[in-house]
């Protein structure tokens, strides 16, 4: 056998510790959704922004699992046999995180015991209703991949690997055309997203897990060779560029439109709203010194530095789903185009903002919190982490 | 203990109940078939600009206030247990009253004032959109929520053209002095609209006579007769002449929703 996996002791003080920690963040973030639902006037929504971050970490989540499910599977698909160490961890990950989008979805509605009939009843029309059931499946292939691996079933993780980069990179499209082809908001419209969804979701999957190997080896005192990660962090870098490829071309095409020069202008050159910052601070801290660290050949063979560099971009993804859900719904829409129209009763025809809560964010929290206690408690119990991972080893 | 013969009557029964009852009622349920209703009707609303913006200029000028509920909203509010809210935010508004403007007041600083209102769409973006069907169309053209299928996911509030859906932030109890027993009650957490007042339709259809929702019935009774219901299916109508003889407009056309609130008298020809 090329690879060994096996479990970690988990009986130290540390362990112990860190899992009471995630556990009590976990709990925080769920006694802050039934605050929210018992209280009123908790969240920062409206009824101009009904929208607001918790629905954020649908796409949010569904992109880490994506992202990670993909790289895991480019060990088994193009048998790159030097990645395949880092194969069961990011196919466990991806089940993880698949879950936290699906509560995600169970936190944000509003009529918690009705959730079934997003499950019973089908509307063929609906996008969301198709991704009931990407995600349910998802979390089923995510599954039986994990486990033909323990199995080390050989053919059997190719094939599942293959199905599993297929169907993850369908329920990311589907999650991107959740928002972007909502035809009535035209911030939302945007032919761009589903391809940038997929991008975004390795850049943000591959950036968490750089960091979550870097930690994981570190903490359990087992070998990982940098060129390892440095290959992975190549990746990582080039597909940030990609993105911000993406996020200017979409900017530019929007600004090139008269119509929608009021609410250009309002996203990327208005200081004073959350937008503008969700914007650039994903571009300057998500994207440039991401990149920078990477390609910068002082920082970019140290682990810790690119550990940094991937953790720092997977959280400021979380900006820019902020950035595509909340701008629309933030700015007006024209209901009669060449004429400004103010609502006496409502605040439609107004800029209105949206400002999470305390009790938005700890639901957020709670449910990465959730990921990691997930992922904690997996490597104790699942053979997850290999023994070592050196590239001439897996290469024999 | 049961003889067999016992049973088989007792099963046979059973079945028969089960299998007759929801026959028995199906027939009784429906007078016309949702073709035939089809074929019939369509309903929709037209809005003389005008005369709405005449009301509510007098309605401010006498009130002193920028923001007065003219009676239609009134009315509506009232009609369909809509609540009331200090915060703006969270309030569910079914009837509003919207300040038009052109974008270049240089040229004409008119100001109109027009209703806002579920447009009950021909292509309802929100039916499109509906993870569960709770939101769907009924042959006559009615865009209504299934309160007990909706799962408060706010979709159809983002995908609706025409911000006509409220969410339920709190229990819409909480902010009713009155309730009007004939319109179902909503609770925390699903979304509303207007209905057209569906249920007066209904009734109205029952009896043989012409459905009036409760803002037009106001409009009539109380404003300026800005607002006119009926079936733009019938040549006869009143709607159906309206739309015949003026200039009309439908609120963002562009999208191909065709909406059923017909806006006249923009330009006040």
């Given amino acids: 056998m090329a690879v060994e996996f096996k479990k970690i002791e988990g009986d130290s003080i ?6 009471i920690v995630l556990a009590a963040v976990t709990a925080s973030g769920f006694y802050a959704y039934v605050l929210d639902h018992e209280i009123a006037g908790l969240n920062g929504l409206s ?4 929208w607001g971050i918790v629905n954020a970490g649908i796409p ?21 046999k ?76 190719r094939f599942m690997a293959g199905l599993a980069v297929f169907w993850a990179v369908l329920v990311h499209s589907g999650t991107g055309a959740i928002y972007s082809f909502v035809y009535s908001k035209e911030l939302y419209h945007s032919a761009l997203t589903p391809p940038m969804f997929i991008v975004c979701a390795i850049t943000s999957g591959l ?53 929608l020069h009021e609410a250009v202008q309002f996203v ?3 200081p004073t709203s959350g937008v503008f910052w969700s914007f650039w601070l994903l571009v300057i801290f998500g ?23 991937g953790i720092l971009h997977a959280a400021l993804v979380f900006a820019e789903r902020f950035y595509l859900i909340v701008p629309g719904q933030v700015f007006p829409e024209e209901y009669l185009p060449g004429y400004k129209i103010e609502s006496l009763h409502t605040l439609e025809g107004y800029i209105v903002t949206y400002t999470p809560t305390i009790i938005e964010w700890l639901q957020i929290i709670g449910l990465i919190a959730m990921v990691y206690l997930i992922f904690v408690v997996g490597v104790k119990v699942f053979a997850l982490i290999p023994e070592r991972a050196v590239e001439e080893v897996v290469e024999e | 203990m049961m003889s067999r013969r016992k049973f088989l009557l007792l099963t046979g029964a059973a079945a028969a109940g089960a299998f007759l009852t ?3 009622s199906a027939k009784t349920q429906f007078i016309e078939s949702p073709e035939e209703v089809e074929a019939k009707r369509r309903w929709g609303m037209a809005v003389d600009v005008e005369k709405c913006t005449e009301c509510m200029e007098e309605l401010i000028a006498k009130t002193g206030n920028p923001e007065v509920k003219p009676p239609c909203v009134v009315a509506c509010d009232k009609e369909n247990n809509v609540p009331e809210f200090e915060e703006k935010r969270i309030d569910p508004q079914w009837m509003r009253i919207a300040k038009l403007e052109l974008d270049k007041p240089g040229i004409n600083p008119k100001e109109f004032y027009i209703p806002l209102l579920c447009n009950h769409c021909e292509h309802p973006p929100c039916v499109q959109v509906c993870l569960t069907q709770a939101s769907f169309k009924r042959p006559d053209g009615i865009v209504e929520i299934d309160m007990h299928r909706c799962i408060g996911c706010r979709y159809c509030m983002i995908a609706c053209p025409y911000g006509a859906r409220s969410f339920n932030f709190r229990d819409p109890r909480e902010g009713l002095k009155e309730v009007n027993p004939n319109v179902q009650m909503r609770t925390e957490g699903v979304v509303e609209k207007c209905t057209f007042c569906v249920h007066r339709i209904d009734e109205a259809i029952a009896k043989g006579e012409e459905p009036i929702p409760a803002c037009v019935e106001a409009c009539h009774k109380y404003g300026k007769g800005a607002l006119v219901f009926g079936n733009v299916k019938d040549p006869n109508s009143e709607i159906s002449k309206i739309l015949r003889e003026n200039i009309v407009v439908q609120l963002r056309a562009n999208l191909g929703t065709d909406p059923h609130v017909f806006y006249t008298k923009l330009g006040g020809e």
Wanted: proline share 4%.
């Fill in chain 2, 22 to 24: 929801p026959q028995i």
């Fill in chain 1, 287 to 309: 994207i440039a010194i991401p990149v920078i660290i990477v390609l910068n050949p002082k920082t970019g063979y140290d682990l810790r530095w690119i550990s940094f560099a």
């Fill in chain 1, 14 to 19: 540390q362990y112990f510790a860190l899992v």
């Fill in chain 1, 60 to 80: 949010y989540f569904i992109g880490l699992s994506a992202g990670s499910l993909i790289v895991s599977a480019l060990a088994g698909v193009f048998n790159i």
């Fill in chain 1, 82 to 157: 030097k990645y395949k160490v880092f194969s069961r961890i990011a196919a466990y990950m991806a089940a993880a995180w698949i879950i936290a989008a699906i509560l995600s979805i169970a936190l944000d509605i509003g009529k918690l015991y009705h959730f079934m009939n997003a499950v019973r009843y089908f509307n063929p029309t609906s996008i969301f209703s198709w991704n009931a059931f990407l995600y349910s499946s998802y979390f089923v292939i995510c599954s039986v991949y994990l486990l033909v691996q323990f199995e080390e079933m050989e053919r059997a993780t």
């Fill in chain 1, 47 to 50: 009824n101009r922004v009904p």
């Fill in chain 1, 268 to 270: 990327f050159l208005t």
């Fill in chain 1, 207 to 259: 950036g968490l897990l750089l960091a979550n190997l870097y930690f994981t080896f570190r903490f359990t005192k087992r070998e990982l060779d940098p060129k390892l990660i440095r290959g992975l962090a190549l990746i990582f870098a080039g597909l940030m560029m990609i993105l911000g490829y993406f996020l200017a071309v979409e900017g530019f095409e929007k600004g090139y439109i008269p119509a």
